[in-house]
Antibody, heavy 121, light 106 residues
Framework: QVQLVESGGGVVQPGRSLRLSCAASEFTLSDYAMHWVRQAPGKGLEWVAVLSYDGDNKDYADSVKGRFTISRDNSDNSLYLQMNSLRAEDTAVYFC??????????????WGRGTLVTVSS | DIQLTQSPTSLSASVGDRITIACRASQTIGSHLNWYQQKPGEAPKLLVYAANRLQTGVPSRFGGSGSGTDFTLTISSLQPEDLATYYCQQSYILVTFGQGTRLEIK
């Protein structure tokens, strides 16, 4: 079954780090651009980061730039989000999402179910 | 940053109604506009991409239109399973989402 499965969420203290994973099944992750999108409890969607299909280009929302790093491991077909210097406002469900566009029309045709990150002392 | 403003923020309609949700961008974005449906407790689902292209498998009662700064998602005949929050998303400059429109069924 074609799917994305996130893991690695949990409760973490402010200032600490956490690494999220997103495992892809039945398709090759490196054939697609991949994104992380988050949703704070009861709130709307917020885009976090993108990794181009070739792995050469990354970009981030201003709210996480310099603290979060998106990466990929082709050998285990997984996407990662390294989150450092976490803040209370980073508390959210984090989704990974597949982007099939080959142009600048970024859109997300496959989403995982998400993993919850709670930043609290 | 490009801001997206959806209207209305909430909507109550009856089964069979035709409903429209608007999304206005703070600057022109061509047709770099997509629509998603998110049901409670679920991940978002892509409905329409590039302003008016229906995603494979999405019922034909859903449709998108617009270009530049003004866009619309239309449901031609509302069904009970359409209870959800709907988001627009632009990709002209990075990515931003609208604040969402909550759709309730009367």
């Amino acid at each position: 079954q074609v799917q994305l499965v996130e893991s690695g969420g949990g409760v973490v203290q402010p200032g600490r780090s956490l690494r999220l994973s997103c495992a892809a099944s039945e398709f090759t992750l490196s054939d697609y651009a991949m994104h992380w999108v988050r949703q704070a409890p009861g709130k709307g969607l917020e885009w976090v980061a993108v990794l181009s299909y070739d792995g050469d280009n990354k970009d981030y929302a201003d709210s996480v730039k310099g603290r979060f790093t998106i990466s990929r491991d082709n050998s285990d077909n997984s996407l990662y989000l390294q989150m450092n210097s976490l803040r209370a406002e980073d508390t959210a469900v984090y989704f990974c999402a597949r982007d099939p566009s080959v142009t600048s029309y970024w859109y997300f045709d496959l989403w995982g179910r998400g993993t919850l990150v709670t930043v609290s002392s | 940053d490009i801001q997206l403003t959806q209207s209305p923020t909430s909507l109550s309609a009856s089964v069979g109604d035709r409903i429209t949700i608007a999304c206005r961008a703070s600057q022109t974005i061509g047709s770099h506009l997509n629509w998603y449906q998110q049901k409670p407790g679920e991940a978002p689902k892509l409905l329409v991409y590039a302003a008016n292209r229906l995603q494979t498998g999405v019922p034909s009662r859903f449709g998108g239109s617009g270009s530049g700064t003004d866009f619309t998602l239309t449901i031609s005949s509302l069904q009970p399973e359409d209870l959800a929050t709907y988001y627009c998303q632009q990709s002209y400059i990075l990515v931003t989402f609208g604040q969402g429109t909550r759709l309730e069924i009367k």
